[in-house]
């Protein structure tokens, strides 16, 4: 029955006409109350035409002011603070136009007591009303949802789970709150938003046992990959379903809200504490500059562009072989509001006769040479294609960065080309090699090599494929139980890249900080019991043994004891080979050649390999 009654008051708050005549009656009331408590209940009968008029002058003004400013199409049960500001602001407005109206008029006299009181009580009973609509909608959808509610704990009881919380309460879901667990003692006890703080983190597992909770909200969008691993391990024993909210940089601001709430991925297991970046020194060496980003479209390139345009560069020139790649990079920064002039352009960069039109036309200043096929075992099958991008795309790029004076040339390198056994891997060193023979020929541009591991969500990356094989029920599919591999997130990769080509002064071969090793297999077991499943179970896992050109694990460096701290502690320094003046023409020779894939093969590795001097 009190069911029915608030929804019959819900639907009142959907007709303007009746809220207005509503205010009406609630502002004669006010009239009334001003007069009563000013002089007296019983009001004589000098003072009744004053109040009658007063009673009806008033809310007309008020009543007037609020439909002109369209305060009556407000849908009150789920106005926010922006609606009531409004409606203040226009309770004012009409407030000032009675006074003008009592200032002019000797027809309305009203004692300024009474006046005082009127404005106050009119202001009280207008917003008490449609505070009214609120919490009957409030009450009518937890009252709907609570027949399928499931006992939620939030982790995290800072100012996202606080805010995350009143959300979940103002929308009535489908999530009983039972509490907050916060690792800070002088909450617990507590109550936030109306929901009691029960401890700190290492009580997790007795806490969902006891409040017999389904659901955890990690509301904690500044947590470590490690600390996040921590909460999983806690509650995968107990069969609860888990979600979190974004890190801080996928937020970017936006509200903490029901929305930003999603399942569990591996990238927010890989989680690191925020880089520091020298963001002035950045925008000193890319603001205002003609940028060309090579390998545009891919996803360390398409990222570049999207981080160099917050540092205002005059002009983007995002070049790629792939037209579609190209086309979702530009949509992408179209909706990001991207204000920075960017160029699309589709070339081959070893194509030399393209690639010297396009230095020749556009002139940049600062090139970032991300082009390259890094798919390893298909370039195992394919290496004359390899070797022709990977090295001499390279060469091509480089040398004419120095024929057309660019100031610097970053170039994205792989912990595959040390001590390289695939030809992906060997033509990235074949690169790193022709760069320093770049920086000897064009002394007058700084050349840069910024090598690191895998980035998690990259095109041939691994997860992909493990979330397809999951989706499909199995089995996944790993070559080796002990294989490990070096995993950083996109941005964070090109955060780095972007901070080492501000410090490089030419000749450098920096390293990223990539962490520790991933095992690929337990990566696998952890996917599996993100998607709900339990890893050889639910899901098989199959190991299918190396594939031509793969290593157990991956290096960073040729010898880590001579390897050198930089400004920036995530960022290591190297130092390029010795010169090698015609590597470029070797490259160029055995491409000439029409020899087999093997002949080839030899021939690449040992480009490759000799001299090893390098780090």
């Known amino acids: 029955m009190r069911g029915k009654i608030l929804y019959c008051w819900l639907k009142c708050a959907a007709r303007g006409k009746r809220v207005a005549l509503l205010d009406f009656c609630l502002m004669g009331m006010a009239v009334y109350l001003g007069f009563a408590l000013r002089l007296t209940l019983l009001i004589s009968p000098q003072l009744r035409d004053d109040l009658a008029l007063t ?13 002109l400013m369209k305060i009556y199409r407000v849908y009150w049960p789920q106005a926010s603070v922006e609606e009531y500001t409004r409606m203040t602001t226009a309770y004012i407005l009409g407030c000032a136009l009675f006074m003008c109206v009592n200032f002019f008029s000797a027809a309305i006299v009203v004692p300024r007591t009474s006046l005082a009181i009127t404005l106050f009580g009119g202001l009280i009973f207008t917003g008490a009303v449609r505070a009214s609509w609120r919490l009957a909608e409030f009450y009518v959808s937890s009252a709907g949802a609570a027949t399928q509610s499931r006992n939620t704990i939030i982790i995290g009881a800072g100012e996202a789970g606080a805010y995350l919380a009143r959300d979940l309460q103002r929308r009535g879901s489908a999530f009983n709150l039972v ?34 909770a389904r659901v955890a909200l990690i509301a904690i969008p500044s947590a470590s990959g490690e600390r996040i691993r921590k909460y999983l391990d806690a509650v995968s024993v107990l069969n609860v379903e ?13 509200a903490i809200e029901f929305g930003s709430l999603r399942s569990v991925e591996l990238q927010d297991l890989l989680r690191r504490e925020p880089i520091r970046l020298d963001e002035a020194g950045i925008s000193a060496v890319v603001s205002g500059k003609r940028i060309l980003v090579t390998g545009a479209g891919g996803s360390i390139g398409s990222e570049i562009c999207v981080q160099l345009a917050g540092h205002r560069p005059a002009e983007l020139l995002a070049l790629g072989h792939g037209e579609h790649s190209i086309y979702n990079l530009l949509q992408h920064l179209d909706d990001m509001g991207n204000a920075v002039p960017c160029r699309p ?10 690639m010297d039109r396009i230095f020749a036309e556009y002139r940049p200043q600062i090139v970032f040479h991300a082009g390259a096929h890094k798919h390893v075992p298909l370039m195992e099958e394919n290496p004359r294609e390899a070797l022709r991008v990977n090295a001499l795309g390279t060469w091509t790029v480089a040398d004419l960065a120095g024929v057309y004076d660019a100031e610097r040339v970053i170039m994205i390198s792989t912990d595959k ?23 000897g020929n064009r002394p007058g541009t700084r050349y840069i090599a910024v090598r690191f591991g895998n980035v998690l969500g990259s095109r041939g990356s691994v997860v992909p494929l493990f979330e397809r094989q999951i989706m499909r029920g199995g089995p996944v599919t790993v070559t080796h139980p002990d294989m490990r591999r070096y995993f950083m997130l996109i941005p964070e990769a090109v955060n780095l890249v972007l901070q080492a080509a501000s410090m490089g002064r030419g000749g450098e071969l920096y390293v990223l900080d ?32 190396l594939r ?41 020779n055995i491409l ?24």
Request: hydrophobic content about 45%.
């Open 55 to 67: 009673a009806v002058v008033w809310p007309a003004c008020v009543v007037a002011a609020m439909w």
């Open 179 to 212: 509490g907050f667990i916060d690792s800070d003692p002088q909450k617990k006890g507590k109550v936030i938003a109306g929901v009691p703080v029960l401890g700190g983190d290492e009580e997790i597992a007795r806490f969902f046992r006891e409040c017999e």
């Open 242 to 254: 888990v979600r979190v909210l974004p890190s801080m940089r996928e937020l970017a601001g936006g």
């Open 345 to 354: 352009i589709i070339a081959d960069i070893a194509d030399e006769t393209a």
């Open 417 to 439: 080309a040390v001590h390289p056994s695939s030809v992906m891997g060997a033509t990235k060193r074949i690169a790193e090699r022709l760069l320093r023979s770049a920086q």
């Open 514 to 545: 990539m962490g520790e090793p991933v095992n690929i297999a337990e990566m696998a077991e952890t996917l599996i019991r993100l998607h709900g499943r339990e890893p050889h179970v639910d899901v098989k896992i199959e190991y299918t043994g």
């Open 548 to 588: 031509k050109g793969e290593k157990l694990f991956e290096e960073l460096f040729y010898d880590p004891l001579h390897v050198d701290s930089t400004s920036h502690e995530k960022i290591f320094l190297s130092k390029l080979d010795e010169e090698n003046s015609h590597l470029a023409d070797d490259v160029i």
């Open 592 to 615: 000439r050649l029409n020899t087999s894939a093997d002949d080839l093969r030899e021939a690449v590795f040992s480009l490759a390999l000799e001299p090893r001097k390098s780090l």
